[in-house]
């Protein structure tokens, strides 16, 4: 009731597109209703080619995220514990941090062609930033006498860097990955449009250039709602992850 | 031969910004086995420093310290630290906190829950073993501390201002606590504290320390009944905090910059 509550302007959103649609405000072009847009959604899962392209998405943006949180992770934290790795890395971080990413799809393109390779580095490129920053803040964070209590009951450095200071990181670490996960819905959709064979962005793209802008309507607005849900799963498990701090 | 030799030991505070601080100068102490020794000086005078030095976190610039005979090159479960804001894992229970120590040592798992769970009763946590420290009163965290540190068994126990963000009622509980099971099973104590009448009472010598640079000012042996119940109010007592406060208070009106009156 208080989730149906809190989304009801969402509602009022939906009923108002539709009737400005009905009512013929905007061309139908334009603004095609929702009606039709969601039937223009069911044929395209009936057709295959929504899950087909979204698979592709889907294997693209995970694998891009995955790597961007392994190295952004990493580098993060071994650029707040390790004075030559921050000497090294950090005017990069800091040049690259203003980059529009969405500048680089040509570059990536060139590099690795037109194929999943392109999207995935644009992906990791892009989303390695947030993920990086929270990383070495929060591993900055981490409290001296933390790290000397694990010290003395034995652990070696390594040791602590993992059992303390990726803890310590862990909530503005989180924090990072959120801003990477939608970051990488942009970059993934945006690179897509440009230059794909399949995937979300190709297929409104595709779509868009057929005139079928009812089936256009219907993935954009996939992609939105794929966008919400993978924030609030994320949200969860950020939860989860730090019940300590509640 | 004594357990701790601190011979001549010099350090420099290096801010990160700003000049230099001379914080220790040849400071010399020795401390034997099973001893309770308090380290009573001025806020600054680097007592916790000295501890630190002796702890292993802090690198020996000049003079040098060992334990047991070995020079002390870096943290070791040898030497087990309280510190005054509990420093406990945010992210690991009580009881994981307490196993933490446990497993570094390699100690197996049964044990290793039979040895935590003593420690938790020990202190007097029985039932708080899956709270989080944030569920904790400060008095809760220190006793939990307490458990991770003693429950590992370190033969020396460092405290820096263990009881000092405490409140004045648990603060009493817990230095009478400390001393039963110091008293239960005895391990050489170093314990800095700015709380002279908190030195008297569970120290068997009190080393007060001068203002900045510290230095090792005088040694006062204690020798007062602690198992009075009225040891406060006793005259053994309070001629002993009467005479140490008279050595500190001069110190902490130099730290201060104020003329001496």
Redesign the interface.
Known sequence: MKALLRYSPLLILAIGWELVSRLGLVSGDALPSLTAVAAAWVDLVRDGDLVSNGLASLYRGGAGLALAIMIGGTLGILMARWKPVNVIFGPIVEIFYPVPKTALIPVTVIWLGLGDRSKILLIVLGCMIPVTIGAFNGARSAEQVLIWSARSMGADRIRTLWDVVVPSALPELLNGIRTALALAFILLVSSELITAQNGFGYLIGSLGDNGNYDAMYAVVLTVALLGFAADRLYQVLMHEMLIWRQ | MAQIVVDRVRHTYRPPRGKPVLALEDVSLEVREREFVALLGPSGCGKSTLL?LI?G?LPVESGGIAVDGKPVA????D???V?Q?F?L????TVRGNIL??LE??GMASAERQKRAQHFIDLVGLTGFEDS?P?HLSGGMKQRAALA?TLA?D?KILLMDEPFGALDAQTRHLMQTELLGIWQRTPKTVIFVTHDVQEAVYLADRVAVMSARPGRIKTIVDIKVDKTDPGVFKAKAFVDKVDEIWNLVKVEAIKAQGAPAA
């Not at chain 2, 870096?74 to 479960?77: D, Q, R, S, T, V």
């Open positions: 630190y702890g976190f870096a943290p070791g479960p030497r087990g630290i510190f804001h420093a894992f945010p992210w690991k933490y120590g570094r040592q989080f944030s991770r590992f370190p």
